[in-house]
């Protein structure tokens, strides 16, 4: 990768939508690269985001080629990725199939346990979580049009997330907006 592509990266992929069109392994790549070659401060400036953000996506390209793979396959984003870095190898595998499902502050949260309590083994510190941290939920039935049904299923693949997820965004953002 060149300084052009690294820049058109991350020109497409750092403002906008969570659903990113480049995969989270190459923008951390061209981050890395722009880092090198121009500094944070620069990189920063140039494309208006935060030094810490860069700081974040540069993180996930010193994670093992395993996480590298999951953090593709079920696009994970920069915050759950960066939280995942914080774990040594061993405790991060462990923990790699549970965080697909959990929002970025429960991998936070999970994380903090694990690094907190050292004496701990991994599944101790998630039966901790889960008693501190579980949410209550309510399981609603609704009954959709077929035509309704399958566009919510378009939305939510085009946008790479499950349909429940992209039906509960929905709903949230129109209950607390």
Known sequence: MNEKQA????????KGSKNKPTNL??????????VKNWGIKEVSRFFGVSQYMLRQIEKINHLDTDTKKFIQKHHLGIEK????????EAKRKEVLPFVRNLSSEDVRNLVYLIIHEPKKSVKECMKIFEEKYAKESTV????????????????SKEKKMKSVQYVKNLIEVACYE
């Open 7 to 14: 820049t058109a990266i991350l020109m497409g992929n750092l």
């Open 81 to 88: 990725s960066y939280h995942l870095w914080r774990l040594d």
């Open 140 to 155: 609603m039935v609704l009954a959709l049009p077929t035509d309704l049904a399958k566009r919510l299923q378009q939305i």
């Open 25 to 34: 392994v190459e923008i951390s790549n061209a981050c890395n690269l722009l």
